[in-house]
C-alpha cells in the first residue's frame, strides 16, 4: 500500500523479484483480503496508516528518467 495515495499493488516475488508485473488488476480478491489483513494488524496494534502529506513527494518525478 502506498501510504501517499492509497494505492495497492500486488506482485508474486518468486517468479517476479523485480516487482515488473502488478498483479492487483487481475487477482482483485487477493489484493482485498491482504488489504483486510493488513487493516487488522495495524488496528490490533495501534499503527496509523495516515502520514501527513510530504511537500517533497512528487509522484511525476518518480516517472521521469533519470539524469545523472
Request: glycine content about 4%; charged content about 40%; cysteine-free.
Amino acid at each position: 500500500e502506498f501510504l501517499e495515495d492509497g494505492r495497492l499493488e500486488l506482485y508474486d516475488l518468486d517468479a517476479d523479484l523485480g516487482e515488473e508485473q502488478d498483479l492487483a488488476a487481475s487477482r482483485p480478491e487477493l489484493v482485498a483480503e491482504l488489504h483486510a489483513e493488513l487493516e487488522a494488524w495495524r488496528q490490533e496494534r495501534g499503527v496509523s496508516a495516515e502520514l501527513p502529506p510530504d511537500p517533497s513527494y512528487d509522484p511525476e518525478a518518480l516517472l521521469a528518467p533519470r539524469r545523472r
